[in-house]
C-alpha cells in the first residue's frame, strides 16, 4: 500500500482556495488515490477519489500528475465549516482493499 | 438505510474487563472494517472482513478479537480491557464491486469511546 505524507496543519481564511498537497512516491499501479474528510467527534466522510489527471464534484477537485507520485486537493472558497482533518490515502484495487489512514492535515478556517 | 451503526456511544471500563463492541451495516456490503483512532492521531485497522465468515488482521489487532458470522454484523471483542485501549473505536463497510479496477467508498458509523481505567 502507498504510503502517504501530508502537511500536519493548515491555517486559511474565508473564501480562499485551499490546496492540500500529498506525496505518496511509492504508489502501485492498481492504486487510487482517495481523500477523506473528519469532524470532529465523527468518522471520516468520503470527498473524492481519482486515478490520474483532474476529478472535480461538488466538494472538491483532485488533481493527479502523471507520475502520480503526489496529488492535491483543492478546497474552493472554504467556509467555517470547512475546519476538519483532511485525510490523504492510497487505495489498493487488488488483493485486500485495504484502507490505511496516515495522520491527515488539520484544517483551520479562520473568520 | 441506517446506514452503519455502532452501539454502546460510550463505555467506561475497568482493567481486565471484557465487552464487546457492535457494529451493523444494513446496505448489504461485503467488506467491514474496525479502527481505533487515539486523540489527535488518525485512524489506526485493526481487524477487517471481506465477508461472512473472513476476517483478516490490520496494523493493531492485539488484544481484540473479531467474528463475521452475517453479512450485516461485524462485532469487535476486548477481552482484557487496558488503559492503552481507550481510544474512540470506527466500524466502517463499503461495497466491493465486481470489476476489481473500480473503488467503492467506505462509510463509517458514528464511533463508540471507550475508556479504561
Known amino acids: 500500500l502507498a504510503k502517504t505524507t501530508q502537511p500536519i496543519s493548515m491555517d486559511s481564511y474565508e473564501g480562499q482556495e485551499v490546496n492540500i498537497t500529498c506525496s505518496h512516491n511509492?504508489?502501485?499501479?492498481?492504486?487510487?488515490i482517495t481523500w477523506y474528510q473528519q469532524f470532529p467527534s465523527q468518522g471520516p466522510r468520503f470527498i473524492i477519489q481519482?486515478?490520474?489527471t483532474k476529478v472535480t464534484n461538488e466538494v472538491a477537485s483532485l488533481f493527479i500528475p502523471a507520475d502520480r507520485k503526489s496529488s492535491t486537493l483543492s478546497l474552493p472558497r472554504v467556509s467555517l465549516s470547512d475546519t476538519a482533518v483532511y485525510y490523504c490515502?492510497?487505495?489498493?484495487?487488488?488483493?485486500?482493499?485495504?484502507?490505511?489512514f496516515g495522520t491527515g492535515t488539520r484544517l483551520k478556517v479562520l473568520a | 438505510n441506517a446506514g452503519v451503526t455502532q452501539t454502546p456511544k460510550f463505555r467506561i471500563l475497568k482493567i481486565g474487563q471484557s465487552m464487546t463492541l457492535q457494529c451493523a451495516q444494513d446496505?448489504?456490503?461485503?467488506?467491514m472494517y474496525w479502527y481505533r483512532q487515539d486523540p489527535g492521531m488518525g485512524l489506526k485497522l485493526i481487524y477487517y472482513?471481506?465477508?461472512?465468515?473472513?476476517?483478516d488482521k490490520g496494523e493493531v489487532p492485539n488484544g481484540y478479537n473479531v467474528s463475521r458470522s452475517t453479512t450485516e454484523d461485524f462485532p469487535l471483542r476486548l477481552e482484557l480491557a487496558a488503559p492503552s485501549q481507550t481510544s474512540v473505536y470506527f466500524c466502517?463497510?463499503?461495497?466491493?464491486?465486481?470489476?476489481?479496477?473500480?473503488?467503492?467508498?467506505?462509510?463509517f458509523g458514528p464511533g463508540t469511546r471507550l475508556t479504561v481505567l
Open positions: 490515502l492510497g487505495v489498493t484495487t487488488s488483493g485486500t482493499y485495504k484502507y490505511i
Open positions: 511509492n504508489i502501485a499501479t492498481n492504486d487510487y
Open positions: 481519482g486515478y490520474k
Open positions: 446496505m448489504n456490503h461485503n467488506y
Open positions: 472482513s471481506v465477508g461472512a465468515g473472513i476476517t
Open positions: 466502517a463497510s463499503n461495497p466491493i464491486g465486481v470489476s476489481a479496477s473500480s473503488y467503492n467508498e467506505q462509510f
